[in-house]
C-alpha cells in the first residue's frame, strides 16, 4: 500500500477558522460523515502541520494531566496514529506523523500573538484551565508505508504488532496482562491518545524511534 495517508480532523464548533475545504479534504469529510460534513464545515485542525516542517499540537483536561503526570516536555517525541481505510481494504491503525517537542507554551494566562494568527484552535478559545500547545519539528508521512502500520495482517485494528524492545508496564494505558500477547502482539486500548512509553535513554528502543521518524521523513 503506497497511497497517501489522509488524517481527518474531528468537526469543530466556532473555536476554528478552518474548513475541511481549506485542507482540501471536503469530499473526504462527506464520505466519512455520510454526508453530514463537507467542505464548509469547521474542523479541529489538530495536530497542525506547518510548511516549515513545524507542528504545533494542543492538549488539554485528562489527556494533559497524563502527558503532565508523565513528566513529558521538551525533548519528547509525539507518534501520531489514527484509523485509515483504503477502498476496498480493512480498516486499520498505522503511525502517520511526528513532533519532537521543543517547546511547551502554556495558554491559560495569555496566547502568543503567532498562534493566533495560525489559527490553532487551542489559541482561539481556552479549552480546558491547563491548556497547552506542544511546538516543534513535525511532518506528516506522504506515503503508506508498511512499516508505519500497527494492525497485524490481517487482524481488528486494536490488533498490534508491538517493537520487541516494548514490554508489559512499558505502555501507559495497558497494564493489563490479557494485553500482552504472545508473537509480540498487543491488544490496544479501544480509545486513548496519549499513550506514553517512557525508553529514558536505552539504545535499542531509540535506535527503533529513529527508524520510524527516517521513515516518515523519507515517504
Known amino acids: 500500500m503506497a497511497g497517501r495517508p489522509v488524517s481527518l480532523p474531528i468537526p469543530a464548533g466556532a473555536a476554528s477558522r478552518t474548513t475541511y475545504g481549506d485542507l482540501g479534504l471536503g469530499e473526504h469529510a462527506h464520505k466519512a460523515s455520510r454526508g453530514r460534513f463537507g467542505a464548509g464545515d469547521p474542523c479541529h485542525h489538530d495536530p497542525m502541520f506547518l510548511a516549515e516542517g513545524t507542528c504545533l499540537f494542543g492538549q488539554c483536561g485528562a489527556a ?26 480493512d480498516p486499520h491503525h498505522r503511525i502517520y506523523g511526528y513532533l519532537e517537542v521543543e517547546e511547551v507554551i502554556g495558554l491559560t494566562r495569555a496566547v502568543p500573538g503567532h498562534l493566533v494568527e495560525r489559527g490553532h484552535p487551542h489559541a482561539l478559545a481556552l479549552h480546558a484551565a491547563n491548556d497547552v500547545i506542544y511546538a516543534g519539528r513535525g511532518v506528516q508521512a506522504n506515503s503508506a508505508s508498511d512499516a508505519l502500520r500497527l494492525t497485524v495482517a490481517g487482524g481488528p485494528p486494536s490488533l498490534w504488532n508491538r517493537p520487541a524492545w516494548l514490554d508489559r508496564g512499558g505502555l501507559s494505558y495497558h497494564d493489563r496482562p490479557e494485553r500482552w500477547l504472545r508473537g509480540s502482539r498487543l491488544k490496544s486500548v479501544a480509545r486513548g491518545q496519549e499513550f506514553v512509553a517512557d525508553i529514558g535513554r536505552r539504545k535499542v528502543p531509540r535506535e527503533w524511534l529513529a527508524r520510524v521518524l527516517d521513515e516518515i521523513r523519507a515517504s
Not at 494533559?64 to 481494504?89: I, K, M, P
Open 64 to 89: 494533559q494531566t497524563h502527558l503532565a503526570n508523565r513528566g513529558v516536555g521538551v525533548g519528547d517525541v509525539f507518534l501520531f496514529f489514527g484509523l485509515f481505510r483504503e477502498d476496498g481494504s
